[in-house]
């Protein structure tokens, strides 16, 4: 197996799944799956006659994948178009193709206004009935794993930095382990006109705040916190 391919085993294992372009090439944020995903199935709760099963995001196609302006997190998908695929169950109190029609809407809705996703597509399979006075399954929100005080002095200020921005829960370690939410290192080989590190940065965000303008917030507070103003990626891991 390779390293990406080890990689992704251990993040499907820890439930943050895919890491998935956060708005466009040149915004520099991503987001795990299970943060997207959750989101997503908060948001549609208020559907009625509808339970959601399984649901993934992914591109839609990776020809339409666009370079990011920044250096992306490791084996996180480039920006592009994604799509949605859902089951689900639905009562029979109203044709399935009006339910599924409502809930399309819904997810779009969500994953556009709510978090901030380039959402092409919504594919969803109807996967079995449900009695008309069965409530539809309330996921519960999974607590963030949260990080440890950085001890290197620009980490530090990148992290008060961060912490500073509306919208910020908290600072996460998910990708780097819990000692890590802020990652700076130096990018040898970079032209003269681009700085020469760059830093990652692992972020919850707080549900009632749409997650890409919390994101870009995050990017340019970095950004002037550090004398060079190096290049800034924000991975958000956990939303609400």
């Keep these: ?63 339409d994948a666009a370079e990011p302006v920044v250096p992306a997190p490791p084996s996180a998908l480039p920006p592009g178009p994604l799509r949605v695929t859902a089951d689900f169950a639905a009562t029979a109190a109203e044709p399935l193709p009006t339910t599924a029609a409502r809930l399309r809407e819904a997810l779009a809705d969500a994953a556009d206004r709510g978090i901030g996703l380039a959402v092409a597509e919504v594919d969803l399979r109807v996967t079995g009935l449900l009695d008309e006075d069965t409530a539809p399954a309330t996921p519960r929100p999974e607590e963030p794993r949260r990080a440890g005080k950085p001890t290197d002095a620009d980490e530090t200020r990148v992290a008060e930095a961060v912490l500073g921005v509306p919208g910020v829960a908290g600072l996460t370690g998910a990708l780097g382990g819990v000692a890590r939410p802020v990652h700076i290192e130096e990018r040898p080989g970079e032209t003269a006109a681009l700085p020469g590190r760059h830093v990652r940065v692992e972020i919850a965000v707080e549900a009632d705040h749409r997650a890409i303008a919390v994101a870009l917030a995050v990017r340019a507070r970095v950004a002037e916190a550090l004398t060079d103003h190096p290049t800034v990626a924000v991975l958000v891991t956990a939303v609400g």
């Design 1 to 63: 197996m390779t390293a990406d391919g080890w990689t992704r085993t251990v993040r499907d294992q820890l439930g943050l799944g895919r890491l998935l372009p956060l708005g466009g090439p040149r915004d520099g944020a991503w987001i795990t799956e299970g943060a997207a995903t959750g989101a997503l199935r908060r948001a549609v709760e208020g559907v009625p006659g509808v339970r959601l099963g399984e649901l993934r995001l992914g591109l839609t196609d990776t020809a």
